[in-house]
């Protein structure tokens, strides 16, 4: 069973789909946390941990091993429901082995983001136990924009990852509702989604009979909107 996470910041909006069943989990990073408007991310993101039990992923920051380390420890503090989310690599291509094994050994549940190869997975994997929880966020959908396949990376890693079963695989950046189909084809362990893409899973089943019909009617509506004529 693939499990939705909803990818987003907005308080008003977790408040929302906090209510679905649909959705078992969320997933932030800085860039959503800036688009939301959030000025103070601390205070922000406890907000955020007061709306829901479901399992949150807060991003650290730092650039640096130390730092990335001291960060983790304090976004772990905020909510037993909290997942610190560390990137792969820092800025300047460095893995982050040494921050993932150290809040690993602090029994800190961790998001592994911006993976993109089963070869990283691979790495995450000689960093930590068979314990802890641990997701590895794998970013589809940016791959798919610069013209790779990333299904081959998926199945690769979802193979390895079978004899953890403290490790889950999740589908990032997803693009279209479509994506939800392929990870579950692939029993991939989370797809994390925006609110508008979920809104569009949870009205699957409509025939192609019923969509070439809806697709003819909005042409017709738009055509009178506009008072063409010929």
Partial sequence: MTKIFCDIADINLIKRFNKKKIVKGFTTNPSLMRKAGAKNYTKYSKEILKITNKPVSCEVFADDIKNMILQGRIISKWGKN???????????????????????????????????????????????????????????????????????????????????????????????????????QLKCHIITVPPKIIEKIENFGKSFEKLTVDTVNGFLKDTKKSKFKL
């Fill in 82 to 184: 909290v997942f610190v989310k560390v990137p792969v690599t820092n800025s300047k291509g460095k893995f982050m082995g040494p921050v993932i094994r150290k809040l690993n050994k602090e029994k800190i549940k961790l998001n592994i983001t911006a993976v993109y190869t089963a070869k990283q997975t691979k790495q995450i994997l000689k960093k930590i136990d068979k314990k802890t929880k641990v997701i590895i966020s794998i970013f589809a959908g940016r791959m798919a924009d610069a013209g790779k396949d990333p299904i081959p990376e998926f199945k690769k890693s979802i193979q390895i990852v079978k004899k953890y079963k403290n490790v889950e695989i999740l589908w990032a950046s997803t693009r279209e509702p479509y994506n939800f189909i392929q990870a579950k």
